[in-house]
């Protein structure tokens, strides 16, 4: 629907800050028809005493970061435990590994949006 149709690569540097992990990823975004745009993003996850972690993004700054939603691992995989309402859509996700390879799959769904990003981060 948002016409994202398309591949990106780029890399993320990891930063470790007492229980806090910082993803934060550069990179190119290469539309299907012949576009490009830089991107940059950085989500912030911490390890919760319940086994669970929990995602939020740093859009607005490392001190004003937005709760996504806890993921829980179920059935060799992590999962969003309830989806995070942005406007009028909801965004979860499903984080699979394997050897050297994460698989990180965000599933947007609403009246804006009807997607899914596949992100493999190696």
Do not use: A
């Not at 912030?44 to 490392?62: A, P, V, Y």
């Not at 059935?75 to 009028?88: G, T």
């Amino acid at each position: 629907m948002t016409n994202w149709s398309g591949n990106g690569s780029g890399s993320v540097n990891i930063e470790t800050l007492g229980n806090q992990i910082y993803l934060t990823e550069v990179g190119c975004f290469n539309f299907d028809n012949g576009k490009s745009i830089s991107t940059e993003n950085e989500y912030l996850l911490i390890k919760k005493s319940n086994g669970t972690i929990s995602l939020s993004h740093t859009r607005f700054g490392r001190n004003k970061p937005v709760f996504l939603f806890d993921i829980s691992f179920d059935n060799n995989k992590w999962l969003s435990i309830e989806p995070h309402l942005c406007v009028k859509d909801y965004y979860s996700c499903e984080i699979y590994t394997s050897k050297n390879t994460i698989y990180l799959n965000w599933n947007i769904v609403g009246p804006h949006k009807d997607e899914i990003i596949s992100c493999i981060y190696s």
